[in-house]
Nanobody, 126 residues
């Protein structure tokens, strides 16, 4: 299964972008999907995740109130709506997925995900 992420680009501070991630198959209907990011010279960090059922979502403290994760069942697509972007949000954003329904406390652990997309670059200028 491949994860195709898109929607990255360059935006000015305060602007918005929406990332999309579409699996090549409907494999994660009972699982969990999420977004991670990696800034230049930094470690990968958790951004947001949700169970595909929609029952549970989790956002990193650094993006709460600005980013929202969601999914469209009919399109089999995961989204990350990013508002009020700042230069600190500049990073490559990765979509990740697992067929397991992760508990809330595990959603931020990259090791819990089995599939990763190729990444999409988000650049926020000041």
């Amino acid at each position: 299964v491949q994860l195709q992420a898109s929607g990255g680009g360059m935006v000015q501070a305060g602007g918005s972008l929406r990332l999309s991630c579409t699996p090549s198959a409907r494999t994660f209907n009972s699982g969990t999907m999420g977004w991670f990011r990696q800034a230049p010279g930094k470690e990968r960090e958790f951004v947001a995740a949700m169970r595909w059922s929609g029952s549970t979502t989790r956002h990193a403290d650094s993006v709460k109130g600005r980013f929202t994760i969601s999914r469209d069942r009919s399109k089999n697509t995961l989204y990350l709506q990013m508002n009020s972007l700042s230069p600190e949000d500049t990073a490559v954003y990765y979509c990740a997925a697992t067929t397991r329904s992760l508990i809330f406390s595990s959603m931020d652990d990259g090791k819990a995900y089995d599939y990763w997309g190729q990444g999409t670059l988000v650049t926020v200028s000041s």
